[in-house]
């Protein structure tokens, strides 16, 4: 385990019709985010989420065709290839169905949405393939206390 600052909390509506993911991969690129916790509330006009077949090793897709409230939408942000990486979990309420979620994956169009990113300062836990489940997880090395943190 490992204790982290945050340095920043950026907070901003997310543009209507914008892909989740790519918005926020480009506002991290934008911002110089590279590790941070994110959170946004607000409606879907489309959404395409996952589950991970730990079998097959790949993520399993459906979506969701129609207007659905995010009644949550959690993530962290953290480096992958030297880029910014948003790894994001969504929950979602649709009309006469029982409530859905998952892995958000390409795909996820916003109607509304707020969001607020806690930003660390401390340098970015990095992501590395895991023998174990076949994905990109972030560093044990990363992750282990240091002398400031205790």
């Known amino acids: 385990m490992r204790s982290y600052t945050v340095e920043r909390t950026l907070v901003g509506r997310l543009p209507a ?3 989740l993911l790519d918005e926020l991969h480009a506002l991290c690129r934008r ?3 590279r590790a941070g916790q994110v959170q946004i509330i607000g409606a879907l006009q489309q959404a395409e989420l996952g589950w991970y077949d730990e079998v097959a090793r790949k993520y399993e897709k459906f979506r969701v065709e129609t207007t659905a409230e995010l009644l949550s939408c959690t993530g962290n ?15 979602l309420a649709v009309q006469d169905r029982p409530a859905v979620g998952g892995h958000v994956s390409a795909g996820c169009r916003g109607f509304v949405g707020e969001y607020a990113l806690s930003v660390r300062r401390q340098a970015p836990v990095g992501r590395e393939g895991d023998a174990g489940s ?17």
């Open 31 to 33: 911002e110089g985010v």
């Open 17 to 19: 019709g914008c892909d």
């Open 77 to 91: 942000v953290s480096a992958l290839a030297g880029e910014p990486f948003v790894h994001l979990h969504a929950l």
């Open 134 to 150: 076949g994905l990109p997880v972030w560093q044990a090395d990363a992750l282990a206390p240091t002398a400031s943190d205790r």
